[in-house]
């Protein structure tokens, strides 16, 4: 999928990177192939410019935040929150020039996390009721680029019939390919998509699942949120416990995309470490992400570019390409894809 031939993209929000990445100063980051500089201002609430100082061209997020601005590296011309020139240093008795200023970006902290929009959001950051609950503790797991589509990443996490395949040496259940059936629920926001799936639970996993049972369930009630981000909602029934992941696939450009992904979990320290959590989930997530690196990125939705062929269990992929396919068209976007309607 071609991210950044569709400008209603721009008008969601996405989580660029964990809040403390800015204690050490600006960080730059790229979003839908623009270039963008976050810091944090004097009030400790991030702020998004595009990263390319107007007197000379050189990147923001090269130089330093001072009192809250940003102080481009270069000859110390000196940026608000808003993006205005509000120093030069050179020539401090001289008016600012009334064109002196850089463009800047919807941004906010939710969550742990920086999100920006490029244009006026469509809709706000996605609800994941889950933070702040004290039933549930968060646990940042992992924040990596991946070479692969945004979508790619999507339609796998609802994909049921990889489980066997791509995760056999850990979950998947190799002699039991098929794969169970989902229930789907669709909101404005995307959908939501439940289901019951048994996995292998060896020793290794055990406090991870809370179960010592050698096959035990998983009951999903996963959240796709238009255009790249879901919740894997999964909760093991022998033990109660809770593992809810937030999947964010931040669209960098057309080829590439970070994954921002973090946990919360209704059980203690004691039971299951930080670390140990991260240490489960690291295979699991190389596995997915070796795969989808070994995809083309480009052939989701774009029909012109390729074929492809689709089964029962593709069904939520389908259902994500439909949505966004609808979202575009709503939007005025008919010209970059050609929708093969009878593949939908
Ligand atoms: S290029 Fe930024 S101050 Fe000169
Ligand atoms: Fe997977």
Same mark, same amino acid.
């Given at each position: 999928m071609l991210v950044t031939q569709q400008k209603t993209l721009r008008r969601f929000w996405y989580a660029l990177m964990p809040m403390s990445m800015l204690d050490d100063g600006p960080r730059p980051f790229t979003l839908l192939g623009e270039n963008i500089v976050v810091w944090k201002g004097a009030d400790g609430r991030p702020?998004?410019?595009? /990263?390319?100082?107007?007197?000379?061209?050189?990147?923001?997020?090269?130089?330093? #935040?001072? $009192?809250?601005?940003?102080?481009?590296?270069?000859?110390?011309?000196?940026?608000?929150?808003? %993006?205005?020139? #509000? +120093? !030069?240093?050179?020539?401090? =008795?001289?008016?600012?020039?009334?064109?002196?200023?850089?463009? *800047? &970006?919807?941004?906010?902290?939710?969550?742990?996390?920086?999100?920006?929009?490029? =244009? /006026?959001?469509?809709?706000?950051?996605? /609800?994941?009721p889950e933070d702040g609950d004290p039933a549930y503790r968060r646990i940042l797991q992992f924040y990596e680029k991946w070479h692969t589509s945004p979508l790619r990443m999507m339609e796998n996490s609802f994909d049921n019939s990889h489980f066997s395949f791509v995760h056999k040496s850990n979950f998947g259940m190799i002699d039991r390919p098929e794969p169970s059936k989902y229930e789907f629920r669709p909101h404005e926001w995307g &959908?939501?998509?439940?289901?019951?799936?048994? !996995?292998?639970?060896?020793?290794?996993?055990?406090?991870?699942? %809370?179960?010592?049972?050698? #096959?035990?369930? +998983?009951?999903? #009630? $996963?959240?796709? &949120?238009?255009?790249? *981000?879901? +919740? &894997?909602?999964?909760?093991?029934?022998?033990?109660?416990?809770?593992?809810? !992941?937030? $999947?964010?696939?931040?669209?960098? /450009?057309?080829?590439?995309?970070?994954?921002?992904?973090?946990?919360?979990? $209704? =059980?203690?320290?004691? *039971?299951c470490s930080t670390q140990e959590?991260?240490?489960?989930?690291?295979?699991?997530? =190389?596995?997915?992400?070796?795969?989808?690196e070994a995809t083309d990125y480009d052939a989701c939705i774009d029909t012109r570019r390729r074929v492809e062929y689709h089964m029962e269990s593709d069904k939520p992929g389908l259902l994500m390409r439909r949505m966004l396919l609808e979202l575009f068209e709503r939007h005025g976007e008919t010209e970059a894809f050609l929708p093969a309607r009878e593949t939908l």
């Open positions: 702020a998004a410019l595009r /990263d390319r100082c107007c007197h000379r061209t050189a990147k923001l997020s090269k130089g330093f #935040v001072e $009192n809250g601005n940003i102080v481009c590296g270069y000859h110390g011309w000196t940026y608000d929150c808003s %993006g205005a020139c #509000v +120093r !030069i240093p050179q020539h401090p =008795d001289n008016r600012i020039p009334a064109g002196a200023k850089v463009q *800047s &970006f919807h941004c906010q902290e939710k969550y742990g996390y920086v999100w920006v929009a490029l =244009d /006026d959001p469509l809709q706000p950051i996605p /609800d994941f &959908f939501e998509a439940e289901t019951h799936v048994p !996995i292998r639970n060896p020793e290794a996993s055990h406090r991870v699942t %809370g179960t010592t049972e050698p #096959v035990t369930e +998983r009951h999903l #009630v $996963n959240r796709w &949120f238009l255009p790249f *981000s879901r +919740r &894997f909602g999964c909760m093991y029934p022998a033990s109660g416990r809770h593992h809810i !992941i937030y $999947n964010c696939a931040t669209p960098i /450009d057309d080829k590439s995309m970070m994954l921002v992904q973090w946990l919360y979990r $209704n =059980d203690s320290e004691e *039971s959590l991260i240490d489960w989930d690291r295979p699991i997530t =190389d596995e997915d992400r070796d795969i989808l």
